[in-house]
């Protein structure tokens, strides 16, 4: 198995955008995926083209399945949030789950941010971003921590500042930076028609951004359980047993 928990210490940062565009990207590439939204606005399904009031879930109560990816969400109570984290816990083997954490729910993330195999830091490039970090580090500086992951959102190449976020982020998180998402005002027009955005712009350069950051999950993945202990690793042999 695979748990991959999303979660940005700032609200606003398109979390939500950053998991399910790898949640669909990892499907085409042939890989089981199912993603659950761990948030009170229940939007994750917003950006597969369910609409504000549709449940992802079948007439049987069995979860929908939407651009080959199972959806999972609308956690009412604490009770459902917990039989969640229970179920994302005993993903299959040759599974791959993806979490979406609101910003605020720290105690959310820290409880699946235990067991997931890699927990992914989703900032926009700006001074709040940056500083918001901190809040990452507990009693280990951010870029100690082997169990986390940075992704910049929303990079803009014509801002001076975004560029220079861009290029202190990376000299300062090294091998922790995954790699960066360009801004598209193409994903908030396919949530207004209702549409995923690879059908809405199947151009979009947060799609090939989208494609170059699975490349880097997959070498981070092989990379950490390997210096582990890869031989009772499943994730790691999952990851090595397919091209992600």
């Known amino acids: 198995m695979t748990i991959l928990a999303f979660h940005s210490p700032k ?3 398109g979390n939500t955008l950053v998991t399910a565009g790898i949640a669909r990207r990892f499907a085409t590439r042939g890989r089981t995926v199912t993603a659950y939204d761990m948030t009170r606005q229940d939007s994750l399904k ?4 369910l609409l504000p009031d549709q449940k992802p879930v079948r007439t049987d109560g069995e979860p929908m399945v939407v ?6 969400g609308n956690f009412t109570t604490q009770r459902e949030r917990d039989m969640a984290i229970e179920q994302i816990k005993t993903t299959p083997a040759d599974e791959l789950a993806l979490v979406d954490i609101a910003s605020a729910d720290w105690e959310g993330w820290e409880q699946i941010h235990r067991f997931a195999d890699l927990s992914i830091c989703v900032v926009e490039p700006n001074p709040i971003g940056l500083a918001s970090l901190t809040r990452l580090g507990e009693q280990i500086p951010v870029t100690e921590r082997e169990d986390i992951a940075i992704v910049l959102n929303k990079l803009d190449d014509r801002r001076k500042l975004s560029r220079h976020c861009h290029r202190f982020m990376k000299q300062l998180f090294d091998n922790q930076f995954l790699g960066s998402i360009r801004r598209d005002e193409a994903a908030n027009e396919a949530i207004a028609r209702f549409e995923s955005l690879a059908e809405y712009a199947p151009n979009s350069v947060i799609i090939s951004d989208i494609d170059a950051l699975i490349d880097s999950i997959h070498q981070r993945l092989v990379r950490t359980h390997k210096s582990r ?3 009772n690793s499943r994730a790691v042999q999952s990851a090595e047993r397919q091209t992600v």
């Open 11 to 13: 609200g606003g940062a």
């Open 67 to 72: 651009r080959g990816v199972r959806l999972v």
């Open 46 to 49: 917003l950006f597969f083209g």
């Open 229 to 231: 202990d890869p031989i």
